[in-house]
């Protein structure tokens, strides 16, 4: 069989090399020539660049500094002033462009493997007993009322900067899952499931190697859906004081900025918000161009 | 007859939810959640004294039966006393949970209406410029922060650098007049921000139903589109809209008024449990929490029930 393997690539091998079409090659076809799917990916790119760049320590290294006069206007030295302390506002807002894309990775990487596993042997054993234990938890955690279930994590947890991560993970994951659990359970009727455990092919190497690989689409969208979903709770937790412990963020600027506003000095606040829009709204139009270039089905 | 079977199955199922909520919020609040022996007492107090206050406030019972102690509390709905203040939780509930009705049902009805409409009006101009103006500006609410939202209108709206017609913070109200001045930005502000969200799922919704092979057999009968509108397409579409807005009620009760209610210092629910988390006020914490799941399941169920009116196919196994 092998022998015969072999031969058949040769053949084809010797052909001219043609283009495959899978959903993939599709996907990446239709997402180029989507106009404002690259133009917000150039932006989320854009982003990403500054977050390296600090990250790197290139730029941005001043935000902590409050050697400068209180509530300076804009000028060469302080591109968009300083706030109530004398920082620069411009260097936190570049300083915490790295602190959103922490968070948005960190937790998107990890609620993303998360609820694709547990998703996935949710599906494959639908109405079993390891289903509704995973369903039973995942009910329970969307019942919990979210701040509540980060402040108490916080305090749980009291001391580890990372809190708000671990809270933001054990509840993002649920949307994930429920989304996997659908497909595969879909996918584990397919021929190709059957096939390979006709030919005697192990359970978990059916789960992880055949069936959640063909989910990959739903998890990267899912990814940057709480990507962005992330970046938004950690500003309102910062406000409500559970957020970012250790650096700057927009929500950490915009809760100090909430006395500066009285007091009629909008830079930091606007700064803030807008670095914040601009990143949110650039990742919710890159994730709809990505939606649309991976789901054939979907409705325009 | 089968209806009464159907929703008594139901509140079976509803009870692990139930004990999975209150067990996990349980371990997580009350037993990891912060010590008050020490706020209770005085300077240097005897071993004694501190021992009596760790019996007063339960912490030297065993986990289980404080646990125990906590779904007895749920089941006869009497919560004990605030560890801060001494008020009865349930006196305390009673009061706040009016205020936050208050503060957040008229933003979310207008959310949703707003929402169907503005859905419907971009379903039917579906791919022309109507449509792709309503789709950006949803884009864009999606993208804004409540957060922004809140502080901006209350700058414009409250503030003497804006319009400065309503009242910046607080809750006063002994008329209807009063309750228009305090509600009305908090309402503009979680209409603005439900609005894209809403009105994308609702379109969503409503495009997929207008491609249904009756929608269009009616349409081949002469049907006029109020009609097609109404009859054909709104009630198919009930069931995903009607889900939606079941499951939004109990997060928003208390997760959707706390930014509001802190920020607008306005005496709710919301702002009580959070500050219950982060001094450690036990009894209105379980209170909160678990009255929060029970609300939850009974959502579930009457959600279940209502699909079960809506659409006549649903199996009541």
């Keep these: ?300 | 007859m089968e209806m009464l079977q159907y929703t008594l199955r139901k509140l079976i199922t509803g009870i692990p939810l139930v004990l999975g909520v209150t067990l996990i919020s349980f371990v997580l609040m009350v037993y990891f959640g912060p010590d008050k022996t020490y706020d209770l007492l005085g300077k240097n107090p005897t071993p004694e004294e501190i021992a009596q206050v760790r019996h007063q406030l339960g912490y030297d019972q065993p986990f289980v039966v404080r646990y125990l102690d906590y779904l007895r509390e749920l089941v006869t709905l009497d919560f004990g006393y605030s560890d801060s203040s001494g008020e009865r939780v349930g006196s305390i509930l009673k009061r706040t949970i009016p205020v936050s009705l208050a503060v957040i049902l008229p933003g979310f009805i207008l959310g949703n209406l707003l929402g169907v409409v503005l859905a419907l009006v971009a379903a039917y101009h579906r791919g022309g410029w109507i449509d792709k103006l309503i789709m950006a500006g949803s884009v864009v609410g999606m993208s804004v922060s409540f957060l922004i939202v809140i502080i901006a209108f209350q700058v414009i709206f409250s503030s003497s650098y804006g319009l400065n017609w309503f009242p910046v913070l607080g809750w006063d109200v002994y008329s209807f007049w009063d309750y228009l001045r305090y509600v009305t930005v908090p309402t503009l502000a979680s209409v603005f921000v439900a609005l894209g969200y809403n009105t994308r799922f609702y379109r969503a919704v409503i495009v997929e139903e207008m491609g249904r092979d009756h929608v269009r057999t009616a349409r081949a009968y002469g049907a006029s589109p109020a009609e097609l509108l109404f009859k054909s397409i709104l009630k198919n579409s009930l069931i995903p809209i009607i889900t939606r807005i079941m499951f939004s009620i109990p997060l928003v009760v208390v997760s959707g008024s706390l930014l509001i209610e802190s920020y607008f210092g306005i005496p709710g629910v919301g702002k009580v449990a959070f500050d219950a988390i982060t001094t450690g006020d036990q009894p209105i914490l379980k209170a909160v929490v678990g009255l929060t799941a029970v609300l939850f399941v009974v959502v579930l169920i009457i959600n279940d029930i209502l699909y079960k009116v809506v659409d006549p196919r649903v199996s009541l196994k």
């Excluded at chain 1, 091998?13 to 043609?18: N, V």
């Design chain 1, 1 to 300: 069989m092998s022998q015969a393997n072999t031969g058949c690539a040769v053949e084809v091998a010797a052909e001219e090399p043609r283009a495959r079409e899978s959903l993939w090659s599709k996907a990446l076809y239709k997402f180029m020539h989507d106009r404002m799917g690259m133009w917000s990916l150039a932006v989320v790119a854009l982003y990403g660049i500054i977050a390296l760049g600090v990250w790197a320590g290139l730029w941005g290294q001043g935000w902590s500094a409050n050697d400068g006069p209180m509530w300076a206007p804009p000028s060469s030295e302080y591109w968009l002033g300083t706030n109530i302390i004398g920082q620069d506002i411009f260097q936190r807002a570049i300083f915490s462009t790295k602190t959103a894309f922490e968070v948005g990775l960190v937790v998107a990487v990890l609620s993303t493997i998360l609820g694709g596993l547990l998703g996935a042997l949710s599906g494959f054993f639908s109405n079993r007993w390891a289903d509704e234990l995973i369903l039973w938890l995942m009910g329970v955690l969307d019942s919990i009322p979210f701040y509540l279930f980060v402040a108490a994590i916080a305090f749980a947890l009291s001391g580890f900067p990372y809190a708000m991560h671990v809270a933001m993970v054990l509840t993002f994951w649920t949307a994930t899952a429920r989304l996997v659990r659908g497909e595969v359970i879909k996918l584990k009727n397919f021929e190709f499931v059957e096939a390979a455990r006709a030919i005697g092919v192990p359970q978990f190497t059916i789960i992880f190697r055949h069936i959640l690989p063909n989910t990959f689409h739903i998890l990267l969208v899912q990814a940057t859906i709480v990507f962005v979903g992330a970046i938004k709770s950690e500003v309102i937790l910062s406000f409500l004081g559970l957020g970012v412990k250790n650096g700057v963020s927009w929500g950490l600027m915009i809760a100090e900025s909430t006395q500066e506003v009285q007091a009629g000095h909008f830079s930091n606040f606007i700064t803030a918000s807008a670095f914040l829009f601009v990143l949110v709204m650039a990742f919710n139009m890159f994730s709809d161009a990505l939606q649309d270039a991976l789901d054939p089905k979907k409705v325009q």
